[in-house]
């Protein structure tokens, strides 16, 4: 299994900046895992944000997110960030993240095993 616990969530005014963090363990989780931030908003599906690769070699952003957020590991700490700058009302969401072998092939959403219980972005106007 892998486990994966989300923090930094909160409530923000447009604009402003916010930091996630993501710590994964687990008997499964290996640190040759791709990781990644997925977001859910109210209503909608989950969808993916970004992605980095072992090493932090190759990095992939959807484009709703690209240029203002930036993904980063720490390797020693199995925990993965998303800073997250400029934020717009839209990134209201729930977001979770991801430590997967295969998450830079976007394989769909429903196809992950593991999910942590997400931490809550609210941006406000």
């Known amino acids: 299994q892998v486990q994966l616990v989300e923090s930094g969530g909160g409530l923000v005014q447009a604009g402003d900046s916010l930091t996630l963090s993501c710590a994964a363990s687990g008997s499964s989780f290996r640190k040759t895992f791709a990781m990644g931030w997925f977001r859910q908003a109210p209503g909608k599906e989950r969808e993916f944000l970004a992605a980095?690769?072992?090493?932090?070699?190759?990095?992939t952003y959807a484009d709703s997110v690209k240029g203002r957020f930036t993904i980063s590991r720490d390797d020693a700490k199995n925990t993965v960030y998303l800073q997250m700058n400029g934020l717009k009302l839209e990134d209201t969401a729930v977001y979770y993240c991801?430590?997967?072998?295969?998450?830079?092939?976007?394989?769909?959403?429903?196809?992950?095993?593991?999910w942590g219980q997400g931490t809550q972005v609210t941006v406000s106007s």
């Open positions: 991801q430590a997967d072998p295969t998450i830079l092939t976007h394989k769909p959403v429903a196809l992950y095993d593991y």
């Open positions: 980095i690769s072992e090493g932090g070699t190759t990095l």
